[in-house]
């Protein structure tokens, strides 16, 4: 095997995208897994529903309207083009909107479940004691769901990482712009270049499990100390 | 003054039920919401805390807190509320959960120190005892110097000794700090020690408006002793039956005649009379 032309630039995109697609989703998911988690408006299911939508569809579906909403030829992408001079597809800020769309429930979920199983009581310990609904999220509800807040960020990445129809139809494979290590991948095998594809491939296995073992221990460990109420 | 008139449909576990309150609770006093469980005692304490809505008038010394559509929100009621499972906040030390109310580190060690808690207060709560949490929550809840006391079975998940030494603090701070209190329980003990007023609900009503001892004595004419039991097992020695009865956490044996030991069936609940003896305490 030859590791001395292995170019890390796709290594380097794919984590790039994630950690820009996890911050966006960080702040947008938040507020939203918190309401899902404290209302009880008849929306509510509707909601869950699209949100969830992501995890059910091909991801080709996904690509396919993000690309066809996005570009040009819509009017969105026309308004951003001529407004800001932005394209949205074909780069890498058209890979982070889609990547937003297709990972959204991987931070929702886990936040949402984290917030439900939070003690009603301790909530409004904290209405009691004068904190609005934003003091209580931040000061009470985020810090006692650690182990749900790390899965929802670890996921969210590592499944960016881990995305390639939804990159491919909305990104193609531009390198060092929208060429990510799992479109790489694909490339090598198309042109039967199995030994570079084996690498690439090997280094993304063993980064995604000691990411995911990581996010394990810590859960394990926080468990321990802080014990289940 | 506290008046309450409150009206609020409840779907309990029996259905449908309207809750529909109407008293005046005196400044500083001490009052008990006894009743059993599903009379609307919590919902009630809710309603009061804004934690739940309902129609009707609420006013606590001549501010309004819920009138008609008006309703003040929890947060600008200033008050404490202790909650039967504590509710502490697990990321915070003892000392935190208690200056998150309020940043007043003299007031937080003041109620740590009446409560005996202080060589605790850098623990999380998760390493506390039942009875500990619970006077961190009390704590907790009197540091915002509340006018009214809100508390929903306090003590009911702890065990008996802990229980008394809990009362007496309950008792301390509130007359310490003047609050109005409004306490939900069951243990006619401990509405004795502490409350000077019950209030009996049922099916959302009050049904009893009295002190204590009315309330819960239950001894008619020329009976010395009235003791409420469940009946565990009878037992035949010879011409005889023995009953055996479970009060509180003893169990006494009562001689009966057949016909008696015929109308009881196991597992009911009997009162316990007697009249001609004289009891001693030892």
């Known amino acids: 095997m030859d590791f001395s032309n292995l170019d890390f630039e796709p290594f380097y995109l794919s ?10 989703l960080f702040l947008i998911a938040v507020p939203m897994a918190w309401w899902l988690s404290q209302t009880k408006s008849r929306a509510k299911p509707f909601l869950e529903a699209i949100s969830s939508l992501p995890i059910v569809l091909p991801p080709s579906v996904i690509g396919f309207y993000i690309l066809f909403t996005l ?26 909107i889609a990547s937003c769309f297709y990972s959204f429930p991987f931070m929702v979920q886990p936040l949402q479940g984290g917030f439900e199983t939070l003690n009603k009581n301790m909530l409004e310990a904290s209405y009691i004691a004068g904190k609005s609904k934003l003091q209580t999220l931040l000061l009470v509800a985020l810090p006692n769901i650690k182990p749900a807040l790390l899965t929802a960020l670890i996921v969210t990445f590592a499944h960016t990482v881990g995305e390639f129809g939804v990159v491919l139809m909305v990104g193609g494979s531009i390198p060092g712009e929208t060429k990510v290590a799992s479109v790489a991948i694909y490339e090598f095998v198309e042109i039967l270049d ?36 | 003054m506290i008046n309450i008139n409150i009206k609020k449909v409840l779907f309990g576990s029996l259905g449908k039920m309207d809750l529909d309150v109407e008293v005046n609770i005196k400044e500083h006093s001490f009052v008990a919401l006894a009743g059993e469980s599903g009379s609307g005692k919590t919902s009630l304490l809710r309603v009061l805390a804004g934690l739940e809505e309902a129609e009707g008038k609420i006013s606590v010394n001549e501010e309004i807190w819920l009138e008609g559509k008006k309703s003040l929100p929890t947060q600008k009621r200033g008050i404490g509320f202790v909650f039967q499972d504590y509710a502490l906040f697990p990321n915070m030390s003892v000392q935190k959960n208690l200056l998150f109310v309020k940043k007043d580190k003299a007031l937080a060690m003041k109620l740590l120190e009446m409560t005996d808690m202080l060589s605790l207060k850098d623990r999380l709560p ?12 009390l704590c907790r809840a009197l540091m915002n110097r509340p006018s009214i006391l809100l508390m929903d ?6 065990d008996p000794s802990m229980r008394t030494k809990l009362q007496h603090d309950i008792l301390k701070l509130h007359k310490e700090f003047g609050t109005t209190t409004i306490m939900v329980s069951h243990d006619p003990s401990e509405i004795y020690r502490l409350a000077d007023r019950v209030l009996k609900l049922e099916q959302g009503k009050i049904v009893q408006d009295s002190n204590a001892k009315e309330a819960f004595l239950k001894t008619k004419g020329s009976q010395k002793f009235s003791l409420q039991g469940e009946l565990l097992d009878i037992v035949q020695a010879d011409i005889l039956y023995i009953a055996i009865v479970a009060i509180g956490q003893q169990l006494v044996e009562v001689v009966l005649d057949e016909k008696e030991a015929k109308s009881l069936t196991i597992g009911q609940s009997v009162q316990v009379n007697t009249k001609a003896f004289a009891p001693s305490l030892s």
């Not at chain 1, 009017?75 to 982070?96: C, D």
């Not at chain 2, 998760?126 to 949490?133: D, N, R, T």
């Open chain 2, 126 to 137: 998760a390493s506390l005892s039942g009875g500990q949490k619970q006077r961190v929550a």
């Open chain 1, 194 to 229: 199995y030994s570079q594809a084996h690498i690439y491939s090997a280094i993304m296995l063993v980064m995604s499990f000691l990411v995911l073992l990581g996010v394990y221990l810590f859960n394990q460990h926080h468990t321990r100390r802080i014990g289940v109420s």
């Open chain 2, 153 to 158: 079975e306090p003590l009911s998940a702890l």
């Open chain 1, 71 to 96: 570009s040009y030829n819509s009017p969105i992408g026309a308004f951003f083009e001529e407004t800001f001079g932005i394209k949205l597809v074909f780069n890498f800020t058209g890979l982070v």
């Open chain 1, 15 to 24: 984590f790039k995208l994630a950690a820009v697609t996890t911050f966006i």
